[in-house]
């Protein structure tokens, strides 16, 4: 891999560490060229460390490691994206990352989605809310409606139009997250089984 450390002043560039599963950047640090060559050669990120004035593992002290899973360069050669799987909490400070974040796996919209099912459910009044209705009549009914959805989508599986099959796919996965609350899961839960097949 071509870095460029001689673009800065002080030979280094920064390195941007991101969980390979999750996709949250846990940190920033900075990297010399023997820094990166240790990283390479051990597996574990190591820093150089402007405060210590020294290579720096992430982790020699509190066993906190970060594990290479891959190592990647900019356009400009000149910073790099580190995947990685953590072992403990990032920060020095205790937390998942740099930023105060939790480090859990996100699925965009789909987690949003998630999260105004379990407001809904929590918080809606069950005359106002179709969802809160739902849990309301209990796992009985909300089972049915999965299931009339899934039988729709095979009924629109075998015609042509596409907007209304994409439509019923949508109501599907929607009685499916409310499904998957109500029986005290959520789309990660799935998301594991998945992962585990495949590993």
């Not at 209990?138 to 075998?158: L, P, T």
């Not at 499904?179 to 585990?196: C, R, T």
Request: with cysteine; hydrophobic share 35%; aromatic share 8%.
């Amino acid at each position: 891999m071509n870095i460029d450390f001689n673009k800065s002043q002080d030979g280094l560039v920064p390195a941007i560490i991101q969980d390979a599963i999750t996709s949250k950047v846990l940190m920033l640090g900075y990297m010399n060229n023997e820094a990166y060559t240790k990283t390479v050669e051990i597996g574990k990120v190591t820093f150089f460390s402007r405060t210590k004035n020294r290579l720096w593992t992430k982790g020699e002290e509190s066993g906190n490691f970060l594990n290479v899973i891959s190592i990647k360069n900019d356009c400009d050669q000149d910073s790099l994206l580190i995947k990685v799987n953590p072992v403990g909490p990032t920060c020095h400070k205790g937390t998942d990352t740099c930023w105060e974040e939790t480090n859990e796996q996100s699925f965009g919209f789909l987690s949003e989605l998630e999260n105004v099912i379990k407001s809904r459910r929590e918080n809606a009044d069950s005359k106002s809310s179709y969802v809160a209705s739902l849990f309301e009549k209990g796992i009985n009914k909300i089972a049915q409606k999965v299931g009339e959805e899934a039988v729709e989508i095979v009924i629109e599986a075998k015609d042509n139009n596409d907007e209304l099959f994409l439509n019923e796919g949508a109501d599907l996965l929607f009685h499916y997250l409310i499904l998957l609350q109500a029986k005290g899961y959520a789309l990660n839960d799935v998301v594991k089984v998945l992962e585990g097949r495949h590993s």
